[in-house]
């Protein structure tokens, strides 16, 4: 008979090598399914159909940008900058105080909404009575007149907000 077969030394050799053993397997075997995860997900064509939304009209914000030749994208953004300049060249045409925008102060902030060829003016009272609120207003009306801006022809959408 063995003397060290049952000693409590050769049981805990025993259970640290299973547990060594135990622990590596499973690491292999996590790294073999990670390994063959990106395998397959690197080896799946990208689709090539367009992103569909929920109003099943296609989503073009979706379509990775790599899909779109390079001299396109250049071509539509210089499209894009030509009607940018092309809407605010009428703006400034069609609203000459326009480029006097926007108006800054502690107080309030004034600028020129080009879609909806509104003023926007955001007041920020510091307490929210209607007497602070009006005189803001005006104060605003006033700062607008004196650019040169016909106050009862153009829409002023007023935003109050805290600071």
Known sequence: MDPYASTPLRLLVKSKLLLVGVVLT???ILFVVFFLFELARSN???SQSPNITHTGIPDPTLIPISQIPLKKR???QSQADKNYGDLWTNLYKQYPWASKLPIHTDHYFVYLDPNTKHLVAKIYPVSS???EV???KSTVTRTLTNLGVNTAQVIIDWKVASK
């Open 26 to 28: 499973i690491t292999f």
């Open 134 to 136: 009006d005189s803001l």
């Open 44 to 46: 799946t064509p990208p």
């Open 74 to 76: 250049g071509e539509a």
């Open 129 to 131: 009575s209607s007497v």
